[in-house]
């Protein structure tokens, strides 16, 4: 028989996201320093089918990184959805490693200062037609 008394921890189901949960009474403290958790970088690592140089043995294995948990999510529904087009699997989404960190934060700068600033419809009015 289950227990009517008030629980602090324990096990339901959540028929909106169809989903088994898990729950628990959780330290204030414990659960501020788990959202700091949450901004650190992530890895989206899918399988890329398509063959890599012409080795019919060799594909490829992508890593997309993102800046925080939600981003890495919007990336890993993208690729699930843009997989119906292309050769590309989600596989899984994890922390960064330390290494992986370092590398991105020197990458950063030469990908997103390459990015131009936006310009006003005048200046836009102005650039030379495309061929």
Not at 13 to 28: A, C, L, N, Q, V
Request: net charge negative.
């Amino acid at each position: 028989m289950l227990s009517k008394q008030t629980l602090d921890d324990g096990w339901g189901f959540d028929p909106y996201t169809g989903s088994i949960f898990h729950f628990e009474h959780y330290s204030k403290a414990k659960a501020e320093h788990k959202m700091l958790q949450k901004k650190w970088l992530f890895v989206v690592e899918t399988i890329n089918w398509t063959i890599a140089h012409n080795k019919p043995k060799m594909i490829h294995r992508n890593q997309y990184f993102a800046s925080s948990l939600d981003h890495a999510i919007a990336i890993a529904v993208k690729i699930q959805i843009s997989s119906l087009e292309c050769a590309e699997d989600f596989l899984c989404i994890r922390p960064a490693t330390v290494d992986e960190s370092l590398k991105y934060d020197k990458l950063y700068s030469r990908y997103y200062d390459a990015i131009p600033d936006v310009i006003s419809d005048n200046d836009a009015d102005k650039l030379p037609d495309s061929e």
